[in-house]
RNA sequence: GGCGCUAUGGUGUAAUUGGUUAACACGCCGCCCUCUCAAGGCGGAGAGUUCGGGUUCGAUCCCCGAUAGCGCUACCA
């Protein structure tokens, strides 16, 4: 292999137009979807097109609701399209179903001119052949006897109603191709068998449509993943069958499980749809995936808004070996976006999850002080956490304080047990129930430092009861952060309604 | 079995394309901050570039071979 920094991208011979082809059998996996990102980024960095088609002659596990949470998926990690579905473009229709037509027109050209054939034979007789090569240390390749056949007897047997598939004949030459990302393959032709383009059942073969589409639509480069490197070969033979031109092409590699097995759903959330309902931030799953096989120059780069990732990204770039899928890594990525995320932004996407559990009402529905209260708890909570949904489980004692279960708590019994404990909780319940107004941060300060006077108990010991009788636990956020969320949300009219700082105390010593 | 692709710390990527103490990030460990847990800041350990040959004054980088992983090998996509 050739390295791959030594290829230029053709650029001149016209605008690029790539495309990206998913079947809509299921829900986007972080595999496609960063071969969709890749495809796009190439596209706006050099002012060329971006083409979605849909592949969808599998009819049976094709459903419309997939290839519309598909677009969805899409736009949501910021990607949009110049043709596809729904988009006016010059070669629509942009779903394969709906171009059948033009696929039969070319099996009939490529029959007439001799470049193709029927082949009669059958599923038996392939498989026995197959057995036979596999027993002879062979590779397992078409034999080609229907190749012979006369013009009159294959008419003939057609005519007759003889069930048959169109086979391409594969050229007398080696079938190379350029790949942007491996430099120059090579298949010898002994290996590359005459392939199928269309079944006796009349629907022509994948193989067969990506490359006719691909070519209609006037797909200059070819990027998609490595399973498809094997199949290329065939592809080539179509292209000069028809005289077309042979565009470039990109292999991506495979993406990994920690074993280094494929990533599947067996190694956690793969779909896009499951990273948008954890919590992931679109801008931190398409910088992580944008790194997931590209370096940028120099590579100490790590943190790319999309804009700049147009600006940055050379497929030349691209690693040519599997990279193993690092949830640990996302999981940082995201909480810098969350970091920089402004709170407005933040409200609107955490919002959803507190409504599920049942702590506040319909976005929509809420009060401007409720909203803004709520911008201050995840200015609060959203530090610690990697991911939005875990946001309830961080907060969840603002709603729902259960002094039982935090005295029965191990590690807080033991610290409740002392006298020091006792103490110090006597002293602080005797402030707050003298004490009618709302309680701020400076006067709970203030307090504190009252209660160590007066007990001679200072650090952990005398931090530490008071944060369990106020918040079930013995860490979490900082007091002078707590003290006036919980004032402040004990005024609001809220589903659950969320204790002040006197009814915790109130509620923890009663039981 | 055949063909193809790949190979730098645990993980993702760098390395002026033959000359570096092999860099950065995640993770890990430690320290600081602090009532606490996280977060954050600072620092540290961790690879001599899969292995074996070659070419060269000198190989992560070039050549050959091996090994391993993965893909394709369908009238699946």
Redesign the pocket.
Known sequence: ?I?A??FRIRTVMGTIRVRFAP?PTGLLHVGNARTALYNWLFARHHGGKFILRI?D??VDRSEVRHEAQLMEDLRWMGMDWDEGPGVFGPHAPYRQSERLGIYREHTDRLLTEGKAYR?F???EE?EGE?AQA?AE????VYSGRCRALGAEESARRAAAGE?F?VRLKIPDHPLRFHDLV??D?E??QE?VSDP?LV???G?P???YVVTVDDALMEITHVIRG??????TPKQVAIYEAFGWNVPEFAHLS?I?GSD???LSKRHGATSIASFREMGILPEALVNYLA?????A????R?IFPLEELVDAFKLE?V??????F?F??L??MN?HYLRECDADRLAELAWPYFVQAGWLPEQDAAAADVRAWFERLLAIFV??VDLLDQVPGKARFVFDFDPLRARDEEENAALLASENAQKVLAAFAAKVRAHAEPVDAAQFKAWMNEVKAETGVK??EL??PV?IALTGS??????DKLVPLFEEGSALALPKHVLSVRERVEKFLAE
């Open positions: 292999m390295a920094g030594a079947s592949e002659t599998d082949c034979c059958t599923t392939l197959r596999m240390h062979r590779p397992q069930a598939a491996r430099g393959v298949f010898p290996t199928i079944r006796s059942s629907m073969v994948y193989n490595d399973d498809h490197i094997s199949n495979t990994l280094r097995e494929r790194l997931l096989g590209w370096g120059e120099g590579g100490t790590e770039r690693t040519a070996s599997p990279a193993v690092d640990e890594k999981n940082w909480r530090p610690s650090g952990k931090f530490h944060r013995h860490s979490g956020p900082e007091f």
